[in-house]
């Protein structure tokens, strides 16, 4: 009995199934957090149990994870440019899973990793590069595919997914390192992301669209409207809605927590492996543990608190929450040396945080304009990153004027600042600034 060949024709869009949606999405934010645990977490914890300063290693974090700032040129891009046939933004996510992909292998071609920091901050540069393009394809579609009512719960999953593929690939990464080698670790992550990679092969944004360029299928006409075709369009919108009061306070506060967020991220493992003489498995497992328990609780309880009691509350309850669990941890500096304190500050940290984390990124939804929704929201997430960035580059410098008791409690100054900011996000005067600016803009 002959079987029949699989029609793809038959697999339904994105736009036709909620469920699929949902999965799709979430083993994109996987695909995210692969190289984000070994690269920002796993990577680093190797580097300092093989003697690395914390220069090297707050170089080597921050220079690999700044491409991710460069999302706010990515987006434009991707808003100006793309090829409809395929969907609006599927394109540039089967670009970026490629890219990751080329890039690991990478990693296997250096030789003495331990002795070419420089040529792992390169590759980890270019994995992060692919990275951001996967990033900011994946939240344009995101935008364009999820109904209204599905955002919020697709936040709380999509990064919960991100949480425990980051954990995933630190707890794994770190063993295989040890146990194996590197380049066996890369090549591992490699397959994962090729598995990945048969979503946005499989599953079309709308139906009709081509699965490849050289098949069957047309262009979506409401992608088709969708598209904006000149720059000026592009960047006169983005200018206007970015710089209204409540979107640019946001990002402020944005920058601000994600510094000090990248300041905690790079301290952990330098405290840890070499203050506190733990093993680089130690503190990649327990790190990786705390991820997953964020994701897991991110995913079914951190978008339910923010739908109930509304975005600007809780961030700022999150926020208070998180200066005051750092001003405990850093009064408990002479019990650092028993773990379970370490091991509390940690899970608490990184629960608190992906609970505000995605607060912030239901908040940034709501004030994207939807006609340059995409790359307003990547604008948020480049801050965020920049910011990141800038918290792993200061350590360096604060270690030399600072104790790691200090160096801790900093956070509390850039969080404070956000907290500050918040009183001042009025979300619907916001909305009906938006409604205007769509008024003029249809008149003109």
């Excluded at 309850?317 to 405990?328: C, G, Q, W, Y």
Aim: hydrophobic letters at 55%; a neutral charge; charged letters at 15%.
């Amino acid at each position: 009995m002959k079987t029949k060949p699989l029609n793809v024709n038959s697999i339904p869009a994105l736009s036709e199934k909620g469920f699929l949606r949902y999965i799709t999405f979430a083993a994109l934010y996987v695909a995210q957090g692969i190289p984000e645990g070994l690269i920002f977490y796993a990577m680093p914890a190797w580097l300092a149990i093989n003697g690395a300063s914390p220069a090297e290693i707050g170089s080597f974090v921050g220079i690999s994870i700044l491409p991710w700032s460069f999302k706010l040129i990515n987006a434009p891009i991707m808003d100006r440019f793309t090829f409809l046939p395929m969907g609006r933004r599927r394109p540039w996510v089967m670009v970026g899973q490629v890219g990751l992909l080329i890039s690991f292998f990478l990693f296997t071609l250096i030789s003495d990793p331990l002795n070419n920091i420089f040529w792992l901050t390169v590759v980890g540069f270019t994995v992060s590069f692919f990275g951001s393009f996967q990033d900011v394809a994946t939240d344009g579609m995101a935008i364009d595919i999820l109904p209204l009512d599905q955002q919020a719960r697709a936040n709380g999953i999509m990064w919960g997914a991100k949480m425990i593929g980051t954990s995933a690939s630190v707890a794994l990464g770190s063993w295989m390192i040890n146990s194996y080698s590197f380049s066996t670790t890369v090549l591992f992550y490699s397959m994962a992301i090729l598995f990945i990679m048969a979503f946005p092969i499989l599953l079309r944004e709308r139906p009709g669209e081509r699965f490849l360029p050289w098949t069957e299928g047309a262009e979506s006409k409401l992608a088709a409207r969708l598209q904006m075709h000149d720059w000026k369009s592009i960047f006169k919108s983005l200018f206007r809605v970015f710089f209204l009061p409540a979107s640019l306070l946001m990002g402020i506060g944005v920058f601000n927590s994600s510094t000090g967020k990248g300041l905690i991220d790079t301290v952990l493992p330098v405290l840890t492996v070499q203050e506190l003489g733990w093993a680089d498995t130690d503190y990649s497992q327990i790190f990786a543990t705390a991820n997953m328990i964020s994701g897991i609780l991110g995913m079914f309880i951190g978008g339910a608190l923010i739908d109930f009691f509304g975005r600007i509350r809780m961030m700022t309850i999150f926020l208070i929450l998180l200066m005051a669990l750092v001003a405990t941890f850093s009064i408990l500096s002479p019990y650092w040396n028993v773990e379970e304190v370490v091991i509390g500050f940690m899970i608490g940290f990184y629960v608190l945080f992906v609970f505000l984390t995605i607060a912030v990124f239901a908040t940034a939804m709501q004030l994207c304009w939807k006609r340059v929704a995409a790359t307003q929201f990547t604008l948020y997430m480049a801050v965020s990153n920049l910011g990141l960035s800038a918290g792993a580059y200061i350590l360096g410098p604060l270690t030399e004027m600072f104790s790691y008791p200090q160096l801790i409690l900093a956070y509390i100054f850039f969080a404070g600042i956000m907290l500050v900011l918040l009183r001042f996000v009025k979300l619907e005067k916001h909305q009906e600034r938006v409604k205007d600016l769509e008024t003029k803009f249809n008149e003109a």
